[in-house]
């Protein structure tokens, strides 16, 4: 085994705008970012220019490699400022690569890929349908309000999202996997379920007087098991159904006219929180939600929109340029300031890795000083492994820190300096273990980013491979040096570990990496988790924000123990990084905190399971989040604002009442607002 200073063969130019996970995912750890047994893979690619406008080269060129005929031959004027298309993966790697479409990405800010689908999931080019626009279910009214919900396993069969009459709430869903029969318009992948199809399948799925909601799922596609893949709308709870319940979720008898719009995130997304980019598919799914609302209120109308996305990621530059939050903030900004426009707000949790040991910050005091970072790589872990070390903005080029990785058997690299153009490489019979690149991200932070990927600690090798043949990573403690070059001691370093665990409901793959730092005390003597930070310490609990949370216009929710009133141990918060030329933060954490628990002991809250009638209890930020945005929806029906300020007001008016001590601004934002419960709390736990 050893390291090796490598010269990659991408040009600089592609090479300044691809997300450096890309390049991991299309060389070493192709096999990891691939679909298990899936022979034709189409992988979603997200775009972002740097002009207002294409420019015809760069249209040509984006024409050429996507090789769409329904695309134009002439660019659009008033294109969003991103772009997602499928591509298949060797013609992914080909765009990257090859010569011919450098001025391509020159004219771009950014290039994300996304976990694969299946080409059958795919729309053919040429074969898009011209089905007519999606109206109106019935009559617009003041209190008409769209709730859209981005999550996984969504129940649309179930009692709480119907109407007195017995048809659905729900206007329609976008499956983002699965068979491409009914593709929306304006999209490329997976199929839509509208309304019609919803209230024809409860009509007719019945055994005497039941609904028979199995095989409802079965016949829509969603839990068809002559079908290959995850069908989280067959278990008994699944992460959409309880924070839809939270969001939207109503008696029939009571339902307020708040009309549901649902996307479906893949099962490979979902599982897989370990680096590939859910970015393509939560941006085209909330420009969904945006395109759906808007057909429904018809022509020159609009209707106010909360749409609830609970998902986080632990890496990330946490100054409010992640690729989601870019996209989430231009979609929220054209909408919410185009005259005659109706609000939209997007809803977003705090994370729950807070106690994590996920995040260091680093600052030197003169150079040649030195900081090791011990990261535990754990054993038996089936996914790669991901630590992002960020550099603070550089006024002018040049090398103020290096980095060098030590391994578990003490193989020690050769430095890895900022704005290297060379990569680390740690092999064992031609297989990269390890491989650690710096990337400069100039034109969103204007910050540099050291990565470091790693293979699986172990693999399930098939019947036919008595042998270990696939790479594994050796687990244990992998010391990073960083060596100041040249930062002031008001200069931090940050580093973050990506998020490595299962979703609820899923099989666990990954385990989390953390930084097994000494002085970092994990307990009290009391024996109780310990949730403020030691100063001697570089690992961190503040900062510990979900990486998707920082953005300008989205409004963020940390979680509460609704008996003891005060954050769970798990529920994080800022600070966030100050971006590159800004004068001050445009927010500290998140905006508020609501119910997550019901208690130390009765972990959790109440909400619906897949099936009608079914109550679960689940607990983090991500069930917080909903709780506000079920708040919102009543706010935006009564004709009144529903934006970060509202939320600001009612924490801070609910916080007035509340016994002390009140939360750090940072873990707490405005305050504790405790929600009533969404379920009767004659349900006994």
Not at 124 to 144: F, N
Not at 377 to 404: H, M, Q, Y
Not at 577 to 586: N, Q, W
Not at 652 to 677: F, I, M, Q, V
Request: a neutral charge.
């Amino acid at each position: 085994m050893a390291w090796k200073r490598v010269q990659p063969r991408i040009d600089p130019i592609p090479r300044s705008v691809v997300d450096p996970y890309s390049y991991w995912a299309l060389g070493p750890g192709l096999q990891d970012f691939r679909l298990p047994s899936v022979a034709e893979q189409s992988v979603p690619v997200l775009l972002r220019r740097k002009a207002a406008s294409w420019d015809e080269e760069s249209w040509a060129l984006w024409r050429d490699a996507v090789e769409d005929p329904d695309m134009p031959e002439q660019p659009p004027r008033d294109a969003e400022p991103f772009d997602v298309r499928f591509l298949p993966l060797t013609k992914t790697l080909r765009l990257i690569e090859h010569w011919k479409f450098r001025r391509f990405f020159q004219t771009l800010e950014r290039f994300t890929l996304g976990p694969p689908l299946p080409s059958s999931s795919v729309a053919l080019s040429g074969s898009k349908g011209t089905r007519p626009l999606h109206s109106a279910s019935q009559t617009i009214t003041s209190g008409t309000v769209i709730i859209g919900i981005i999550d996984d396993g969504i129940p649309f069969a179930h009692e709480r999202f119907r109407k007195p009459d017995g048809s659905t709430r729900v206007e329609s869903v976008w499956v983002q996997h699965g068979a491409a029969v009914n593709v929306p318009i304006g999209f490329d992948n997976g199929f839509e379920i509208p309304k019609t199809e919803i209230d024809n399948l409860l009509a007719t799925c019945r055994k005497g007087n039941f609904i028979d909601e199995d095989e409802i799922y079965r016949r829509a596609g969603v839990a068809d098991f002559a079908l290959e893949g995850r069908k989280s709308q067959a278990w008994r709870a699944s992460h959409g159904a309880h924070v839809m319940d939270l969001a939207c979720g109503w008696d029939p008898d009571e339902a307020p006219d708040w009309r549901i719009i649902c996307v479906q995130l893949p099962t490979a997304t979902t599982a897989n929180s370990s680096g590939a980019s859910l970015a393509p598919y939560a941006v085209k799914g909330l420009e969904y939600i945006r395109n759906m609302a808007q057909a429904i209120a018809g022509p020159g109308q609009s209707l106010p929109i909360v749409v609830n996305f609970s998902y986080g990621l632990l890496a990330g530059p946490h100054d409010g340029t992640h690729a989601i939050e870019l996209a989430f903030d231009d979609i929220l900004r054209e909408l919410n300031t185009t005259h005659g426009n109706k609000p939209m707000r997007v809803v977003i949790p705090s994370g729950n890795s807070h106690l994590a040991r996920a995040h260091p910050t680093v600052s030197f005091q003169a150079a040649g000083d030195e900081t090791v970072l011990p990261l535990r790589l754990l054993p038996d872990d089936l996914t790669p492994s991901f630590v992002e070390i960020w550099l603070p903005p550089a006024a002018a080029k040049g090398n103020r820190v290096e980095l060098t990785i030590a391994t578990p058997q003490g193989d020690v690299s050769p430095p890895l300096q900022e704005n290297d153009s060379f990569i680390l490489q740690y092999e064992l019979a031609d297989n990269v273990l390890c491989e650690a690149r710096y990337h400069f991200f100039s034109a969103s932070s204007a910050r540099g980013m050291f990565l470091i990927s790693m293979q699986p600690t172990m693999r399930i090798e098939s019947e036919n491979s008595p042998v270990p043949t696939d790479p594994v990573a050796p687990a244990g403690l992998w010391n990073l040096t960083l060596k100041n070059q040249g930062l002031s001691p008001q200069e931090a370093i940050e580093g973050w570990v990506q998020r490595d665990d299962a979703p609820v409901g899923y099989r666990r793959q990954g385990r989390q990496a953390y930084f097994d730092v000494p002085s970092y005390e994990i307990y009290g003597h009391d024996g109780r988790p310990l949730e403020e930070d030691d100063p001697a310490s570089p690992v961190k609990r503040a900062g510990s924000i979900n990486a998707i949370a920082t953005g300008k216009n989205t409004i963020v929710i940390g979680g509460l123990l609704r008996k003891e009133l005060r954050p769970p141990v798990y529920s994080a918060g800022g600070p966030i990084t100050k971006p590159a030329g800004a004068t001050s933060l445009h927010r500290c954490g998140p905006d508020a905190l609501t119910v997550s628990d019901d208690s130390i002991v009765q972990s959790g809250v109440l909400a619906a399971g897949t099936r009608s009638g079914s109550v679960v209890a689940m607990n983090g930020t991500s069930v917080a989040a909903p709780l506000i945005t079920r708040w919102i929806a009543g706010e935006l029906a009564a004709g009144r604002r529903g934006n970060r300020r509202a939320v600001w007001k009612l924490a801070y008016d609910k916080e007035t009442a509340l016994p002390p001590p009140e939360p750090s601004l940072g873990r707490g934002g405005a305050g504790r607002a405790p929600l009533p419960r969404v379920r009767p709390s004659k349900i006994q736990r």
